[in-house]
T-cell receptor, first 115, second 114 residues
Framework: ETGVTQTPRHLVMGMTNKKSLKCEQH?????MYWYKQSAKKPLELMFV???????ENNSVPSRFSPECPNSSHLFLHLHTLQPEDSALYLC??????????????FGEGSRLTVL | AQSVSQHNHHVILSEAASLELGCNYS??????LFWYVQYPGQHLQLLLK??????LVKGIKGFEAEFIKSKFSFNLRKPSVQWSDTAEYFC????????????FGQGTELSVKP
């Protein structure tokens, strides 16, 4: 039990589908993040939501759309993805917000396969 | 651009061998430093962290890391590895209190043979 729950754990979708990944944190933290983990590559920050700011990595394609309705929930909406978007998508939270020291608590990830 | 470099991509050791995994970063200012571990099929979890003070930090499961500011390094060590240490290890840097906007290395896969 990590305190950060991601659903679904596995998702297979076609390039024309629309799907969403969900993340919920039960730690009382005030910042949430999406990271992308691809094989043999460093984890890549995609989005940050905190009380202070929303940050986007400018290299993330617009086919990824985040939504953060409150401090406990984070979504990643997916549409018209490409096969190269297949990866493990990790949600994380932190208690110090967007200007803290960076200690993250990760979920188990959503394994996405785009056909 | 800021980056984190982990020198070893895959390390294979026998049980009881000593471990040192290298991590160097490219950022000249104040940093917070982390090692995360990902056991097979499990989530990323914090192994240890350095914010300030004693540059030798101890983490869980007998791991320690040393921050050498002049070398921009934060190497991970364990005197005697166990089979259960088989995992992927990630070094991460947080430049100047940038919250969770960590810069990760590409990871080192450690395989420990029983």
């Amino acid at each position: 039990e990590t305190g950060v729950t991601q659903t679904p754990r596995h998702l297979v979708m076609g390039m024309t589908n629309k799907k969403s990944l969900k993340c919920e944190q039960h730690l009382g933290h005030n910042a949430m993040y999406w990271y992308k983990q691809s094989a043999k590559k460093p984890l890549e920050l995609m989005f940050v939501y905190s009380l202070e700011e929303r940050v986007e990595n400018n290299s993330v394609p617009s086919r990824f759309s985040p939504e953060c309705p409150n401090s406990s929930h984070l979504f990643l909406h997916l549409h018209t993805l490409q096969p190269e978007d297949s990866a493990l998508y990790l949600c994380a939270s932190s208690q110090e917000g967007g200007r803290g020291r960076g200690e993250l608590f990760f979920g188990e990830g959503s394994r996405l396969t785009v056909l | 651009a800021q980056s984190v470099s982990q020198h070893n991509h895959h390390v294979i050791l026998s049980e009881a061998a000593s471990l040192e995994l290298g991590c160097n970063y490219s950022y000249g200012g104040t940093v917070n430093l982390f090692w995360y571990v990902q056991y097979p099929g499990q989530h990323l979890q914090l192994l240890l962290k350095y914010f300030s003070g004693d540059p030798l930090v101890k983490g869980i499961k007998g791991f320690e890391a040393e921050f050498i500011k002049s070398k921009f390094s934060f190497n991970l060590r364990k005197p005697s590895v166990q089979w259960s240490d088989t995992a992927e290890y990630f070094c991460a840097v947080n430049p100047y209190n940038q919250g969770g906007k960590l810069i990760f290395g590409q990871g080192t896969e450690l395989s420990v043979k029983p």
